[in-house]
């Protein structure tokens, strides 16, 4: 027998905040978190906007809980306060024998340049003199990138399976669906996932833009992350960790724990397309979706919102929105479809995206309320679905999908629905 | 303790690829093992001479036409995204499964065990460059200079930086579009992977899936990261290059070996590791619906034989044969696991098995019996997964 999988608690650390209600506040607010960025020591770095965590007031505001910590990576840190709140939330807090385990999905290392200049000697650069001087590398950057699943692991006491999602932009969402597809089995009874990136760094941020992946666009200011608009340009990078804890519906209801929603559905599939570009008409993507209403044991038509991947690039969101109408197709169902891209306000979280969107979805839908797209001035008239433009909207949502799209064609969507006793009530 | 629920439907496991230092197939590799041939190579360059590995298990870089891709696309793929294709192109020429136009792409899915990625980051080429033009390389004040960033570093830096790339041109080369995963960076990650895999096939998500593994390169960066751990010390920690595939299908194939059970969990310190051992040890056993005492064959990876006591304590057999493969052919990384599978896999359909002796570089030969094998591996962090194989009575 299947298990019914909720959420009973959440975290999100990023520029709105360190509190999932200061997140979500911000969200319906319409505020945005992206500001004039260049990376440390450069003036003249291409890419002038980010949504950067503003690292005094997050060293500030747990500089408790990283006065224990030992030294770790940028994302790492995000993750395990993320997590911490998440569990914080839930009530877990120190709670033992929970049958549990932890999910995250993860980016690209992150690149601490000083390292490598150890290897220059007198006649350049060579590996003899790096390992001569190896005591002196940052020790974050020597273990692997399953270090922040195993800190979140030991902090909270996990016995369950410790997974790393390595999907790119998909890698969070993976973590949630596959937590859900764990605890439904009966495998654990509950789990923390989520995930944390951060590519604010030099040689990061030079790879992405050598792919000319971010915006590096001067024309919109601070709203120039504008999904689906026509002058959209490129993403908008940013950095954070988000995490929910996920538990089975019994194991929730022993200890009377708040329910925030139900998840129903997780589908996964790939483009097979290119390794640079999505599919244009998102055969992908829409077979994610399908995959996940499948899984759900939904039809199309019970759904009332998207919240898209949405990045602002100009081959996503065209092929995300021929998605949409392709698996909406019946009755036109695309056209009753409240549709809105997080990333707008909070900019693309990349590895870790899928997690604060899936925490704006599920919100969304337990409050009935949906979060805007920002900056959607003059839509692509390949665009042509509800967007949410501007201010946030009340929608009536019986059940929502949260779309995340990774580099290479790796797709996931998530499905929740608000908690109701009776599942089909 | 940690339960599962029996899988809804068998999954079925076919014998795919291994791409090592010891050939590219799974019975080039058995013969070597058995005859004590280890293709060993000394580090690739003077620099390492001081280092803790004077000696390591090497694999050739796959190019262009061994590959089947355009020449431009390997700017975008370092060596270990090369040796998952490679890997994934050898397994779908052996296993018809994926190649069965039957089956629709969108039912065909990807479960990879990838490493970080091995890049040096910077460049090389950038450091050498630095050391060119800068007037002080080691405070380089170019470093603060966008123009010269963009110049020096690859186009294709972001891509090929990015492990889940190998996902991406496995997927294109062989049309696989169902349900997916990839997990990182360590041994574990192959065990994840297979579990999701057999999931995602036993709930006919998937009708078939191709599961593989793959070593991170030999490098520096990876050498010190080796030696973080304390790897150094292990004389079975060898560094080893390759890559291993299976395809597991829900269809029937002709030798019949199931993923019949499966366990993982986590082992946060050492003072609880032999309990939590026996505990997935058991889950496992009893997902399989087998005890102990039914498994034929074990082969641990990266677990140093630490669940090795914990399998006798649940009742295994005395004479229980023991195959830890890296001894013998070096640490492979997330590949290592799915090599075993692939042994394990040759073995019961042999009916012969593999035993590490005294001396751990040959293992010896044996016929047997195999019904049910049993598999484990474990990530240094602390992760640990058991995974059991069962041959049909046909």
Known sequence: ?425 | MIKTESKKAPVFVEQGSVYCSAGNNVSSLWQALANGQQNLTALPCPAYDAWPWSQVFLVEEPGASELGVDRKILRTMEKQAKMALYGAALAVQQVETLANKSISSAKKGLYLALPTVDESVPPWSLLETLHEVSATPTQPIELSSSEFLQREIPAFFGLSTLNSNACAHISACFDLTGAMGAYSPFADAAFQALIDATGAVAQGENSAALVGGVSPKVNPQLLLQYEHWGWDKLSARIPAEGSSFVVLTANKNPDAVCVSGFARGFIASSVEAPEIYQQLLAQALANANVTAADIDWFLPFATGGKDIQALFALGAKESLPILSSESCMGFSGAAGPLINLNLALHGLQQQKYLVNTHNNINAQENAGALRHVALSAAGPEGQYLVVILSREVI
């Open chain 1, 1 to 425: 027998m299947n298990s019914r999988v909720v959420v009973t608690g959440l975290g999100v650390v990023g520029r709105l905040g360190f509190e999932w209600q200061d997140f979500w506040a911000a969200l319906l607010a319409g505020q945005s978190a992206i500001v004039p960025w260049q990376p440390e020591n450069i003036e003249d770095f291409p890419v002038r906007y980010a949504a950067p965590v503003d690292n005094a007031q997050f060293a500030s505001y747990f500089s408790a809980q990283l006065s224990a910590q030992p030294p770790m990576e940028r994302r790492s840190q995000f993750g395990l306060m993320a997590a911490h709140q998440a569990m914080n939330d839930a009530g877990l807090l120190g709670k033992t024998g929970l049958n549990m385990g932890v999910a995250v999905g993860s980016g690209i290392p992150e690149r601490y340049t000083p390292d490598m200049l150890l290897a220059m000697g007198d006649g350049g650069p060579d590996w003899q003199t790096l390992y001569a001087k190896r005591e002196q590398l940052n020790p974050a950057m020597r273990s692997g990138n399953d270090q922040l699943a195993a800190l979140i692991a030991r902090a909270h006491g996990a016995n369950g399976p410790v997974q790393n999602f390595s999907t790119a932009c998909a890698g969070a969402a993976h973590a949630i669906g596959s937590s859900f597809r764990m605890i439904r089995n009966g495998e654990v009874n509950c789990m923390i996932a989520g995930g944390a990136d951060s590519v604010l760094n030099l040689m990061t941020m030079v790879g992405l833009n050598l792919l000319g992946a971010p915006s590096v666009s001067e024309d919109y200011g601070d709203k120039l992350c504008r999904p689906f608009d026509e002058g959209r340009s490129g993403f908008v990078a940013a950095e954070g960790g988000a995490f929910v804890v996920l538990e089975s519906l019994d194991h929730a209801l022993a200890r009377g724990a708040h329910i925030y929603g139900e998840v129903v559905g997780f589908g996964s599939s790939m483009d097979a397309y290119r390794v640079t570009a999505p599919h244009p008409e998102g055969k992908g993507a829409a077979l994610s979706m399908h995959k996940a209403l499948v899984d759900a044991g939904l039809d199309a038509d019970n759904i009332n919102y998207i919240n898209a991947h949405g990045t602002s690039t100009p081959l996503n969101d065209t092929a995300e929105t021929f998605a949409i109408k392709t698996v909406f197709a019946k009755d036109q169902h695309y056209q009753k479809l409240a549709v809105s891209a997080t990333k707008s306000q909070i900019g693309h979280w990349i590895a870790a995206a899928g997690a604060p969107e899936f925490i704006a979805t599920l919100l969304a839908t337990q409050q009935g309320i949906v979060p805007p797209t920002l900056n959607l001035e003059n839509p692509d008239p390949l665009c042509d679905l509800d967007y949410v433009p501007h201010k946030a909207r009340a929608v009536t949502i019986n059940a929502a999908l949260s779309n995340s799209f990774g580099f290479g064609g790796l797709n996931t969507s998530l499905v929740v629905k608000p908690y109701k006793e009776d599942r089909h009530g």
